[in-house]
């Protein structure tokens, strides 16, 4: 094979690759456009007319209990909603959205003191109260038995958050939630077709503290299988578009390295000419 061929050999293979990565970004733009962006849409409409209505009504949301690590919180009351799409504190394009958050607070009036001892302690709580946002001081006191003993005082206010994010390349809906129960964390993601209007009644039920479906939310068995084909069809086109990209690449590589020994072998024999 000739250096021109070589060189158009290599080419080829760019353009084939480069032409499979745009169908494989086009998949995933179509697959946003159809059905991603319309849940993400659905979800912060129906948010936000829920935010609405709870502030005509100011229906009052009441933890008599919210964490048993720290008993002394009391009662707390859900307070300042507010919602964004662009993680701040404003509204991003409604036709480009890929994050909502919804945060708000649980709170009372007051704060609350108390000590832990010995250094390992100090750092784990403070390390926790950190990680949870949590507004609070501490300093360090005189213990007894000369033990190093710390003072941590905590502000009666946790910051719930509320997150739906786009993962662009999978086409699916990330859901987040932060510090709503027992300062926990709940992770899941759903496909755009099971965020319906019964999964949104459900968000919001375990939103106002109505009862916890929502983090068992199960769904039907017709609509898991038609879920579950979607998905394997998907998979399957994602599996080959990988596969060639695989073999491209590979080719690629091959070439370089054809190439590569080429060179040397030209160098060598018009070194011996010399």
């Known amino acids: 094979m000739g250096i021109l061929d070589e060189l158009r050999k290599e080419a080829n293979e760019k353009k084939q690759r480069q032409e499979s990565r745009k169908i494989a970004r086009q998949q995933q733009d179509a697959a946003y456009l159809t ?10 409409n129906y948010l936000q007319e829920t935010l609405e209505y709870l502030r005509v ?12 690590r720290y008993p002394q919180l009391g009662r707390l009351y859900q307070c300042d909603y507010k919602i964004n799409t662009d993680g701040f504190s404003g509204l991003a394009d409604f036709n480009r959205m890929m994050q909502i958050n919804l945060t708000f607070f649980c709170s009372n009036e007051g704060r609350f003191s108390y000590q832990i001892e010995n250094k390992a302690s100090i750092e784990q709580e403070v390390a926790f109260l950190h990680s949870k946002s949590v507004p ?74 109505r009862d ?16 579950r084909r979607t998905l394997e069809q998907i998979q399957r086109e994602e599996a080959l578009i990988k596969e060639q990209i695989k073999r491209e690449t590979q080719a690629e590589h091959q070439a370089a390295e054809k190439k590569r020994i080429s060179g040397r072998l030209k160098a060598l024999l018009t070194r011996d000419k010399d």
């Open 35 to 44: 059905r991603v962006l319309p849940a993400m849409q659905n979800i912060f």
């Open 57 to 68: 009504v100011d229906e009052v949301v009441e933890i008599p209990n919210y964490s048993d």
């Open 136 to 209: 609070f001081e501490w300093k360090y006191v005189k213990g007894k038995e000369q033990k190093q003993t710390a003072a941590i005082t905590i502000t009666r206010k946790i910051p719930v958050r509320f997150r739906f994010e786009v993962d662009y390349e999978q086409s699916v809906i990330t859901i987040l939630i932060n510090n709503h129960e027992d300062f926990a964390v709940y992770k899941k993601s759903f496909q755009p077709e099971q965020i319906d209007e019964a999964f949104l009644d459900k968000l919001v039920r375990y939103l106002l503290r």
């Open 212 to 227: 916890s479906e929502f983090i068992r939310l199960e769904i039907s068995a017709s609509k898991k299988r038609k879920i």
